[in-house]
């Protein structure tokens, strides 16, 4: 394509026009679209709303598994064999904890996630408790609950008290929706995010790509997502785990990855795009990319599955001359982890220091004779 397309893709998004159907399929697919003039266009839509900067969020699994659903992609469903450590709900102090860490590591923005369909009563009293001390204890941490299917009244409840974000993912289509879950169903996601919305909370509500699902899907997905005015957009990509129903993941390239970053931009050009989970499966050695269409990441790893260790995660922000969004620098965030270079505070900035010879040579054994 010539430069005038992806310039085209940049304006049109820009000024908040949608894409036709074609070109945003051709994204996803045609190789007559390449991919660094693509990944220039949704960066230029990045920069012109959302800079250069990076939210980082940190997940607390706060209970793991004991789940009565059976989204076919979740090592937490009943429908699951994983062997993951099930837990019940972590206590009060450990829940405090969590968020204490999450804050002092950097966090933006702190997730809890509850398993199960929906909470209680009883539970929905209790998660607003603990949003309340979260808030009260560090204040300039967002939160963000994901607690599967709630109504308006629940919803109300947690904003008031102080919850900024409900997640809730819709993961693919409508029309794929019965092959990844058969215990609810998209209309039932729909209305636990427009119940969200009338109790004035933002929303966070992604995809998870690789499920089997065709293009269309996607795009039909992150048309939905744009609809409804979505702050925030995980794009997952899908992690097999052994005794889960769904099985492995199906063909994801690294570069088909990025496409897919790009086109959520450039349809949803004010949202947080996250390259969430499976970020370092499936882009490999070309995640810092995704840096250039998406402007936040997790960091710490997912519900059930590590991710990159957090040095590494930080060193890719600041090497790619990206900034964090919180309370500390990436500097600070660094020299707690221990740089990869242990540049001491008093260097100048870019010195590398010098290394001993014998930690570099390469290990050759003894000749024996
Ligand atoms: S409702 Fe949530 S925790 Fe339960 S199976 Fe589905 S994704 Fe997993």
Same mark, same amino acid.
């Given at each position: 394509?010539?430069?005038?397309?992806?310039?085209?893709?940049?304006?049109?998004?820009?000024?908040?026009?949608?894409?036709?159907?074609?070109?945003?399929?051709?994204?996803?697919?045609?190789?007559?679209?390449?991919?660094?003039?693509?990944?220039?266009?949704?960066?230029?839509?990045?920069?012109?709303?959302?800079?250069?900067?990076?939210?980082?969020?940190?997940?607390?699994?706060?209970?793991?598994?004991?789940?009565?659903?059976?989204?076919?992609?979740?090592?937490?469903?009943?429908?699951?064999?994983?062997?993951?450590?099930?837990?019940?709900?972590?206590?009060?102090?450990?829940?405090?904890?969590?968020?204490?860490?999450?804050?002092?590591?950097?966090?933006?923005?702190?997730?809890?996630?509850?398993?199960?369909?929906?909470?209680?009563?009883?539970?929905?009293?209790?998660?607003?408790?603990?949003?309340?001390?979260?808030?009260?204890?560090?204040?300039?941490?967002?939160?963000?609950?994901?607690?599967?299917?709630?109504?308006?009244?629940?919803?109300?409840?947690?904003?008031?008290?102080?919850?900024?974000?409900?997640?809730?993912?819709?993961?693919?289509?409508?029309?794929?929706?019965?092959?990844?879950?058969?215990?609810?169903?998209?209309? *039932? @996601?729909?209305? +636990? #995010?427009?119940?969200?919305?009338? %109790?004035?909370?933002?929303?966070? &509500?992604?995809?998870? /790509?690789?499920?089997?699902?065709?293009?269309?899907?996607?795009?039909?997905?992150?048309?939905?997502?744009?609809?409804?005015?979505?702050?925030?957009?995980?794009?997952?990509?899908?992690?097999?785990?052994?005794?889960?129903?769904?099985?492995?993941?199906?063909?994801?390239?690294?570069?088909?990855?990025?496409?897919?970053?790009?086109?959520?931009?450039?349809?949803?050009?004010?949202?947080?795009?996250?390259?969430?989970?499976?970020?370092?499966?499936?882009?490999?050695?070309?995640?810092?990319?995704?840096?250039?269409?998406?402007?936040?990441?997790?960091?710490?790893?997912?519900?059930?599955?590590?991710?990159? *260790? @957090?040095?590494? +995660? #930080?060193?890719?922000?600041?090497? %790619?001359?990206?900034?964090?969004? &919180?309370?500390?620098? /990436?500097d600070e965030l660094l020299g707690k982890e221990g740089s990869t270079f242990e540049v001491s505070p008093d260097a100048p900035a870019e010195q590398v220091p010098m290394k001993k010879l014998q930690d570099l040579r390469i290990f050759m054994s003894t000749p024996t004779t």
């Open positions: 394509m010539e430069q005038a397309f992806y310039n085209q893709l940049a304006g049109q998004s820009i000024a908040n026009e949608t894409l036709a159907r074609s070109t945003a399929l051709e994204i996803l697919t045609s190789e007559k679209v390449e991919l660094l003039p693509l990944l220039n266009a949704a960066f230029e839509v990045r920069k012109k709303f959302v800079g250069k900067e990076v939210l980082i969020h940190i997940i607390d699994n706060v209970q793991n598994g004991f789940c009565p659903e059976d989204c076919h992609y979740c090592a937490q469903a009943r429908s699951s064999d994983a062997d993951i450590e099930e837990y019940p709900l972590k206590s009060d102090a450990e829940i405090l904890a969590e968020a204490k860490n999450a804050y002092e590591k950097g966090a933006f923005r702190h997730c809890m996630v509850f398993a199960g369909r929906g909470p209680s009563a009883t539970r929905v009293a209790h998660i607003a408790r603990l949003i309340r001390e979260i808030k009260t204890k560090y204040p300039p941490l967002q939160v963000c609950v994901s607690s599967g299917l709630l109504d308006e009244g629940n919803a109300k409840i947690l904003k008031e008290a102080g919850l900024d974000r409900l997640n809730h993912n819709l993961n693919t289509s409508q029309h794929n929706y019965p092959n990844i879950c058969t215990t609810h169903t998209y209309a *039932d @996601r729909l209305n +636990t #995010l427009a119940a969200a919305r009338r %109790a004035d909370l933002q929303l966070c &509500s992604g995809v998870i /790509v690789g499920m089997g699902e065709t293009s269309n899907d996607i795009l039909e997905v992150a048309c939905t997502l744009r609809r409804l005015g979505v702050e925030s957009i995980p794009v997952n990509f899908y992690i097999p785990i052994e005794g889960n129903m769904l099985g492995a993941a199906l063909g994801l390239s690294p570069e088909y990855c990025l496409r897919v970053l790009c086109l959520f931009r450039l349809l949803n050009p004010r949202a947080e795009i996250r390259a969430a989970a499976g970020r370092e499966l499936h882009l490999r050695s070309m995640q810092v990319m995704a840096l250039y269409p998406a402007n936040s990441l997790f960091l710490d790893g997912y519900l059930n599955t590590k991710g990159d *260790d @957090r040095r590494r +995660t #930080l060193q890719m922000i600041k090497d %790619a001359g990206f900034t964090i969004n &919180s309370d500390h620098s /990436v």
